[in-house]
């Protein structure tokens, strides 16, 4: 029995819709996570769950099934489920109040999910996850490969944060930011984020009749300032349009398209994917079929559409990164919670924003170590600064720029040279003994401290030596290694960094 649901022609493609049916069906399958919050489970006032949004939510990703995509759901909602279960009127402030009802609704939110599914003999499996089980190498990609391979079975899992034992440091903050991991994890083509508006506007489109929807986003950190989101998000929820921002950073940098659209309409994702299937297949050289589908980041979307006269659904598209990154660094920067940081000089800086650095970090480039950590810990990558944002030379206990460039950038000079004489060895060792204090409090390396000094994170990246040892060999050549620790396992201090904020 055929069980899905009718489908919507999206506009035309030389003139008929069965030309688009035909190019949507030549793709390959995709792999597509969709991430629900609990405005659009659950009503806002009286819990009730939102029954036609669900079955609609259902039909969808059945129909995308049917069509041979593999698809991941990521279901807010316990907690909200739990306040109607236990008939509490709004969601309580304490945390144990909430992993609590978290607990209560969890149990019968996915028991809502597999009555729904089950009507369309359409099996699921719950995977609870928090940050703390996938921040260990080993467990993460436990977790990656039992996610493929209830895909290969034609399992649909349904993926939530287990808040019933979260605490801040090892939770994803929010089911936006757990869905763009989730993506990262299983490689996937699309993320779709549901919620209660259409696409990203630039103001809450309910408040301002001014608020302007933007169609296509190439890079989340130049569309921040032409966007307001402090205003959007329900109170059930924990996130709003600003978490969405953070998701589509974390999923586009590892090659993920990601869409924001209404959940009012879940249906619209076939037309969405059938959409881009067009644009990409009408993209291809004229030479044949043979030739490779391009990928949606090197189309000229407009131009495109322009040509073929599509009607194009409601949703923004944040087009993926040209160049992903890999696996490896994706985890590191956004799946570990950083133990502490490294202070580098903004020759460092420089050298590790280019892709050539292979994300590797030299001791000389160091300047100062905050926080203990162990080797094989997360940390964050950080620069001092000037609150003008002038960058501190500490190695000279001054901070000097050179003036803008003729781009109008400003650089600080900081000399990458340390010297290396017997005085300033045993001056190394005499720190050694320095105990590592408070992650914000202290700093194991500063020639003149200075109260004018900020610290300001730019990456993230796995530390191969601990922090004493770290402290150990800055601003020193890596062939001093052997001398002061005993041993060089390697002569970086710290491997797959991901810098996200490059020099200016």
């Known amino acids: 029995m055929d069980h899905r649901p009718p489908r919507t022609a999206i506009g035309h493609v030389r003139g008929t819709t069965d030309d688009l049916t035909r190019l949507s069906k030549r793709s390959p399958s995709s792999t597509i996570v969709i991430k629900l ?159 209660d508006v259409d696409g990203l506007y630039t103001a809450n489109p309910r408040k301002d009749p001014a608020a302007r929807k933007i169609d296509v986003v190439t890079s989340v950190a130049d569309i921040r300032a032409q966007v307001s989101t402090s205003t959007l998000g329900s109170n059930l929820g924990t996130g709003g349009m600003e978490t969405k921002l953070i998701a589509a950073e974390i999923a586009t940098g590892a090659g993920v398209t990601t869409i924001i659209t209404s959940s009012k309409m879940p249906s619209t994702i076939v037309d969405i994917i059938d959409y881009y299937t067009t644009l990409r297949l009408s993209s291809r050289p004229s030479s044949g079929t043979s030739s490779p589908v391009p990928k949606l980041q090197t189309i000229d979307l407009e131009h495109v559409n322009s040509s073929l006269n599509l009607k194009r659904p409601p949703h923004t598209v944040f087009k993926p990164s040209p160049v992903p990154v890999r696996d490896l660094k994706a985890w590191t920067s956004h799946t570990l919670y950083p133990a502490g940081g490294v202070i580098i000089d903004c020759g460092a800086h420089a050298v590790l924003s280019r892709r050539e650095s292979g994300g590797r970090l030299l001791p000389v480039g160091v300047l100062g170590v905050r926080g203990s950590f162990a080797s094989g810990q997360a940390v964050r990558i950080l620069i001092r600064c000037l609150p003008e944002g002038t960058v501190a030379d500490i190695s000279e206990g001054r901070s000097r720029s050179t003036g803008p460039d003729k781009a109008g950038h400003v650089y600080s000079e900081v000399s990458l040279s340390r010297r290396t004489s017997s005085s300033s060895l045993v001056g190394d060792l005499e720190s050694d003994t320095q105990t590592i204090m408070d992650d914000d409090l202290h700093v194991t390396h500063c020639s003149e401290e200075s109260d004018s000094w900020e610290v300001k994170e730019v990456g993230r990246g796995l530390a191969n030596y601990n922090s004493v040892q770290i402290s150990r060999v800055k601003g020193l050549n890596s062939s001093r290694i052997p001398q002061l620790l005993g041993y060089a396992d390697t002569e970086y201090v710290v491997e797959n960094i991901t810098i996200r904020i490059p020099v200016n």
């Open 37 to 195: 919050g609990t405005s659009s489970i659950v009503h806002e006032e009286t819990h009730q769950p939102l029954l036609s949004i669900l079955s609609s939510v259902v039909e969808t990703v059945v129909n995308l099934r049917s069509y041979g995509h593999k698809v991941v759901l990521v279901s807010s909602g316990a907690i909200g489920v739990g306040l109607r279960t236990m008939d509490i009127p709004q969601r309580p402030k304490s945390l144990s109040k909430k992993q609590a009802l978290s607990a209560v609704g969890q149990g019968r939110l996915i028991a809502l999910w597999d009555n729904l599914f089950g009507q369309f003999d359409q099996r699921i499996a719950q995977i609870l996850l928090t940050r703390g089980d996938i921040s260990d190498r080993t467990r993460y990609l436990n977790a990656v490969n039992t996610l493929k391979e209830l895909l290969s079975m034609g399992v649909v899992p349904i993926v939530n944060e287990n808040d019933t034992i979260s605490v801040s440091e090892i939770k994803f903050g929010d089911n936006d930011t757990l869905s763009a991991i989730t993506s990262c994890m299983i490689h996937a083509d699309y993320l779709f984020l549901l919620t």
